[in-house]
């Protein structure tokens, strides 16, 4: 749709294996914006030899979409019922994992004498294993979720208490300098970004085709391809429930982190041994000053876009 292009950005996708990655070549400016969990930059700053001189910059993900999930016929109803349990992970290396020992530990279970990890990857194969009872119950993102359950799987989801319901998730980074010094980089790109969004979450099923435009080498080789992109829109809408997780009646103002979200995710890190206490500070790790130019724009001129496309 041209959005970034109205910015003046001529945008080049790169992907690296993890946020710890992605993190090191924002640092070495390789790279101008990266993406990733906060969890390892928290880690990160707490130590002297690990702080880096980057700075999140743009919320995307604003509560956590990770859950537990049982087959619909399962005997777990909470999380205190995980024990004696396995529990499916995508690695064991990933960066929700601090969390998800934290959202365990509250509850009393000690990883070893009353549950196990066990690293089942992602997608139909990790589900599988769920389904035919080699783990007991599966920790995964929300959109992993709903593509497995549009093959037509029942599953159950877990409650978990609403402080963790409620840490954001991934976000958008960038160096201190460019911050300080090109901010309307930064503020055109989250601009951009948050139109996209609404577009999308809007008209999920028409984002789906355009993806396959650019990406004809993904495209699924299946008999109807207007079922296949409904499908992946429900998984798309469900996985994106995160970026419109507005709390209150206040205005929406996408990207901001709310106040003292750093410091709750920063607890839990410590709470869990990850983080020594006092070893890092909020006002470290992010800034909102660029919230004004992310919102700045006509939602009516949104709303037009995305009628005329519906209209096609």
């Known amino acids: 749709m041209g959005l970034f292009a109205e910015e003046g950005i001529d945008l080049e996708l790169q992907t690296f294996q993890g946020g710890a990655v992605v993190m090191s070549q924002v640092a070495n400016k390789a790279i101008h914006i990266g993406s990733a969990g906060a969890e390892p930059f928290i880690i990160a700053s707490s130590r002297d030899s690990g702080k880096l001189p ?3 910059f743009y919320n995307q993900v604003r509560e956590s979409n ?27 290396t990933n960066s929700h994992m601090f969390v998800t020992r934290a959202i365990l530990k ?16 992602v997608g139909a194969p990790a589900f599988q294993s769920l389904m035919n009872g080699q783990i007991d119950t599966y920790y995964t993102w929300a959109a992993n979720i709903s593509s497995f359950e549009a093959t037509g799987a029942r599953l159950r989801r877990i409650p978990v208490e609403a402080k963790y319901r409620d840490i954001f998730q991934a976000g958008f980074f960038a160096h201190v300098d460019t911050i300080e010094q090109n901010p309307k980089l930064l503020g055109g790109f989250g601009r951009a970004l948050n139109k996209a969004s609404q577009i999308c979450w809007n008209i999920p099923d028409w984002c789906v085709r355009n993806f396959w435009e650019f990406y004809p080498n993904l495209k699924p080789a299946v008999a109807s391809l207007q079922d296949e992109s409904a499908r992946i829109a429900t998984s798309v809408k469900m996985g994106w429930e995160g970026y419109f997780a507005f709390k209150g009646d206040g205005a929406r103002n996408f990207g901001s982190y709310p106040d003292g979200s750093w410091q709750t995710l920063i ?9 020594e206490p006092n070893s890092v500070h909020e006002n470290d790790l992010f800034t909102n000053d660029l919230v004004s130019h992310f919102n700045n724009f006509s939602q009516e001129e949104i709303d037009e876009q995305v009628k005329n496309i519906s209209a096609k």
């Not at 619909?72 to 109803?77: A, G």
């Not at 509850?107 to 089942?120: I, K, Q, R, W």
């Not at 607890?267 to 983080?275: K, N, P, R, W, Y």
Request: cysteine-free.
């Open 54 to 56: 980057i700075k999140f």
């Open 66 to 92: 990770w859950e537990f999930v049982v087959p619909e016929t399962s005997k777990i109803e909470t999380i205190e019922s995980l024990r004696g349990s396995s529990i499916g992970v995508g690695a064991l």
């Open 106 to 121: 509250d509850v009393g279970l000690a990883e070893g004498s009353d549950f196990n990890f066990v690293a089942v990857g």
């Open 267 to 275: 607890a839990i890190l410590e709470d869990v041994g990850a983080v």
